[in-house]
């Protein structure tokens, strides 16, 4: 069993006897580092660098400044997570914590509880193996959105005359809202039963205020920048995840999946590529990619990426929505929509319709795409496959047409 070092920072020493205790007792090995102020923890951090950061919320440095926040910045590569007694899930300070924490977890919080996320956290590193990849994707607090859906998400949240319903469409068009809302509404501050893999239910969860706050107030969403970066569009980049996520989930209904496997299918349809976002403050990384590739395929582009730095934007992608505790099946379906064969274990049904609904789509806008050969041996999926590629191909004709 692996070992962890973490720093857990509070201003009240009972919950750190309390820690000390448990986490003695189940996992002896781990290093444990203690702190009750925001300067005590950070000096410590600087001094022995702990794999993770968990800490009370409002805990503030001389400054004025966020703990969270200064280490996002100054040590991005650190596991931040928020332990808090902080009641009400709606606060501009939780919402505000959504920008520099991975996960979030409400006091009281059970042993085994808090010991499971660290360790599912800490397990995540093993998608990536490069330091320097690490560091970009765990300091990244924002984002970006297609100019267009933000500027329309604006508009609506100050509109009386629009429904929750309304906005959680807006949301669920795009890649990056729909990760943020997914991430707020599966924290412990909400308490919910279940996991939530739909983002228009996660708007109607969350309510008109908290959506409020977090476009106007709290400005977890914006434009993406007006940049040329070669190698990608971000228009096809939109267009592509959306056809991906409908298709996707097309190909879960027709493998007779249930309904909340169809919503998975959809969501890591919509997710699949959202590594490339996380890389567009990166230029040097595409640059990196592109300098040896002949074309422009996406099947080149993964293949030069895992060359260059033993990796791709999927696992990049996949190491932050498992930061952010989406379900596991869209963390391992977008972590392994290139390379489904990676996977020792039997291949979940939303992995197979997310990496198909990619092949297809590719095919569909001329590019060279092949499609796993473990899944192309199942012959139950297989008697499918022109029916989909078909399908594909009318998806993208009337997209092209639409945005032309």
């Given at each position: ?20 205790r448990?986490?003695r007792?189940?996992?002896p ?13 950070m000096?410590?951090?600087t001094?022995?660098?702990p ?13 004025g400044?966020d ?17 808090s007694?902080?009641p ?36 995540l ?36 005359l ?13 890649v ?8 707020l ?20 969860l ?14 977890l ?6 940049i ?6 971000l ?5 592509h ?23 998975d ?16 403050d990166?230029p040097r ?8 590739m002949s ?5 080149e ?7 260059t730095?033993g990796?791709s934007?999927?696992e ?48 569909a ?14 012959v ?7 029916a989909?590629k078909k ?9 092209s047409?639409?945005?032309?």
């Open positions: 069993m692996k070992t962890y070092s973490i720093l857990f920072a509070d201003p009240d020493q009972k919950v750190h006897d309390g820690h000390r448990m986490i007792a189940l996992r090995d781990w290093n444990l580092l203690f702190a009750v102020s925001a300067r005590e923890a000096n410590k951090i001094l022995y660098r794999e993770v950061v968990v800490s009370e919320l409002n805990m503030k440095l001389e400054d400044s703990l969270l926040k200064a280490v996002q910045v100054a040590y991005p590569e650190v596991i931040r997570i928020v332990l007694s902080e009400d899930g709606e606060s501009e300070v939780i919402l505000r914590s959504t920008q520099s924490a991975h996960r979030f977890l409400a006091k009281p919080c059970k042993g085994e509880i808090l010991l499971e996320q660290i360790e599912k956290a800490g397990s590193r093993r998608l990536l193996n490069s330091r320097e990849l690490l560091e970009i994707i765990s300091g990244i607090p924002y984002l970006p959105s297609l100019p267009q859906l933000y500027h329309e998400l604006v508009r609506a949240v100050e509109s009386p629009i429904s929750l319903s309304e906005i959680g469409e807006i949301i669920a068009r795009d990056s809202m729909t990760g943020r809302v997914l991430h509404v599966n924290s412990a501050f909400f308490g919910l039963p279940r996991q939530v893999s739909n983002p228009q239910t996660a708007v109607v969350l309510g008109i205020n908290v959506i409020k706050s977090l476009v106007c107030y709290v400005k969403f914006f434009a993406a920048p007006d040329i970066m070669p190698g990608l569009s228009d096809k980049l939109w267009m995840s959306s056809l991906t996520a409908r298709l996707s989930r097309e190909i879960a209904t027709n493998l007779n999946s249930p309904p909340s496997v169809q919503e299918a959809f969501l890591a349809g919509m997710l699949h590529d959202v590594g490339k976002l996380l890389l567009l990166h990384y595409f640059s990196r990619v592109l300098q040896p074309g422009n395929s996406e099947k582009f993964s293949e030069a990426e895992y060359k730095f990796t934007h999927a990049i992608g996949a190491y932050l929505l498992g930061l952010w505790g989406l379900p596991d099946p869209v963390v391992e379906a977008v972590a392994c929509h290139h390379r489904p064969g990676q996977l020792k274990l039997e291949k979940s049904t939303v992995l197979v319709a997310t990496h198909l609904a990619n092949v297809f789509l590719c095919m806008a001329g590019e060279t795409a092949v499609i796993d050969p473990g899944i192309a041996a199942d139950h999926v297989k008697r499918l496959f022109d989909w399908r594909a191909g009318v998806l993208y004709l009337e997209s047409r639409e945005t032309a």
